[in-house]
């Protein structure tokens, strides 16, 4: 098992603006998929977030719904959107889509500026998918925490195309493209997983060329450390967490309240401004799983966002 060692947030985090394809101004938007309006919504800059009042006023100012995609009227949204738990961003070949699944079944990749579905399918309720990524060549990786298993579907090839490659690996949570390594990176209960994609984009293989041990139970989220490339942020049931994949070794992150560190459902931090963004469950009625608090960090504070049920939040670039 690799080594791991102990640090304070300060020390992880670069004050350095990133570089790159991640190179970003500070104060960025702030994307959640909120469970209680079955939406994604994309908030304005985090200072704005206090004004919140609804999910169709301002500081919102993109929203998604499956339950409001006539594109997506052929898997049921009503049923496979139920409980949406994932929201991401991603820019391919200058366009930006956002990237979603839901422990309905349904994983989708949409076009922000038209809103259009690039990719979806039904993955079945049983299997309670939680995470997804698009890869340059159009691909889409989703991971399945009861289903136990990383799929690449050829989704370049159309846009319910179901053909897919797969990969076992219990309690999987997140999946994150490492561009800089070729490598598909999966978190599961247990381990850390580095796939390599092969075949074509039609008939894509995983193959695993690195296993980690994680050094705590119950992985949940994966994420880039967009400050530091090469690093991921990985949340476990007790804690969290910096991976290094140059020296395969994991650092563990201290916040000030060490209640923050435990069953984040997600983590990220802002270049430019080292702001760290977390979600926590309240594990309170009306679920056990969501809150309606943002918790940020360096510098700390919460912004509540009353009425919403979030699962997940993420730092959302500028542009569309």
């Not at 959107?81 to 889509?97: C, F, H, M, N, Q």
């Not at 839901?102 to 939680?130: C, F, K, Q, Y």
Request: hydrophobic share 40%.
């Amino acid at each position: 098992m690799p080594r791991t060692t102990l640090v304070g947030l300060s020390a992880l985090l670069l004050c350095a603006p990133a570089t790159g394809a991640h190179a970003v101004e500070p104060g960025w938007a702030v994307a959640v998929v909120d469970q209680a309006s079955r939406r994604v919504l994309v908030l304005a800059d985090a200072e704005d977030l206090p004004a919140y009042r609804g999910p169709d006023l301002p500081p919102v100012v993109w929203s998604w719904s499956a339950d409001r995609a006539p594109d997506l009227a052929d898997l049921a949204p009503a049923h496979t959107w139920s409980l949406p738990d994932e929201v991401k961003t991603r820019i391919r070949a200058g366009r930006r889509y956002v990237l979603v699944t839901a422990s309905g079944g349904l994983a989708a990749v949409i076009e922000t500026a038209t809103r259009t579905t690039r990719w979806a399918t039904d993955v079945g309720e049983a299997a309670n998918p939680h995470s997804i990524e698009l890869l340059p060549d159009g691909d889409v990786a989703v991971v399945a925490s009861e289903g136990g298993w990383v799929r690449l579907y050829a989704a370049s090839q159309g846009p319910r195309a179901t053909a897919h490659a797969e990969y076992p690996l219990p309690g999987a949570h997140g999946v994150q493209w490492d561009e800089r390594g070729g490598l598909l990176w999966a978190l599961g209960d247990g381990e850390l997983t580095a796939l390599r994609v092969g075949g074509t984009p039609g008939a894509p293989t995983l193959t695993a060329v690195r296993t980690v041990p994680l050094p705590g139970h119950g992985g949940h989220d994966l994420a880039p450390v967009l400050a530091a490339p090469g690093r991921f942020w990985v949340s476990t049931l007790g804690a969290l967490w910096q991976y290094d994949t140059a020296t395969g070794r994991f650092t563990r992150v201290r916040l000030a309240d060490r209640a923050a560190e435990r069953d984040l459902k997600s983590v990220g931090d802002e270049p430019g401004t080292g702001r760290l963004l977390t979600v926590t469950p309240e594990h309170t009625p009306p679920c056990d799983w969501c809150t309606s608090v943002l918790t940020f960090h360096r510098p700390g504070g919460t912004r509540v966002l009353r009425g919403t049920q979030l699962y997940k939040a993420r730092w959302w670039g500028g542009g569309w």
